[in-house]
């Protein structure tokens, strides 16, 4: 096992865990409707976020909920999500950044999910 301290790390993580989101019976059909062809867009964009949150260089610029926004999930979609990115952890790495890698994961999913929530109950409120 190996810690994650190069950008290289952050490509394998990212790899190894969209490679598992692209044949989840749960997963997969929503990720691949929504990114369609755009696979190799959406892992560089990844690789950018990770890099920032986990290795401290800021090359990713946006707001990661807008894409979420509207996605049909529910609880179900964001346990599968955080089930697999421990597993990728799990299978690639140790340390103290796999370890942060997988709090950071649960928050964000905590936190998307809840949005998801309320603009689902609260339509009028969603500005993209």
């Not at 019976?25 to 990770?50: C, V």
């Not at 890099?51 to 260089?57: A, D, I, K």
């Not at 997988?102 to 905590?110: H, L, N, S, V």
């Amino acid at each position: 096992m190996k810690e994650i301290i190069t950008i290289e790390d952050i490509k394998l993580l990212v790899d190894a865990f969209y490679t598992k989101v692209r044949t989840d019976s749960l997963l997969a059909p929503i990720f691949n409707d929504k990114i369609q062809d755009r696979w190799p867009i959406h892992l560089e964009k990844m690789y950018r976020f990770w890099q920032t949150v986990l290795l401290n260089q800021h090359t990713y610029n946006g707001s990661p909920f807008v894409p979420h926004a509207k996605l049909p999930v529910d609880q179900h979609h964001f346990d599968r999500w955080l089930l697999l990115f421990y597993q990728t952890i799990d299978e690639n790495f140790s340390g103290e950044k796999a370890t942060e890698a997988k709090w950071r994961a649960e928050k964000m999913a905590e936190m998307f999910y809840h949005k998801i929530e309320y603009y689902k109950n609260n339509p009028d409120k969603l500005i993209l």
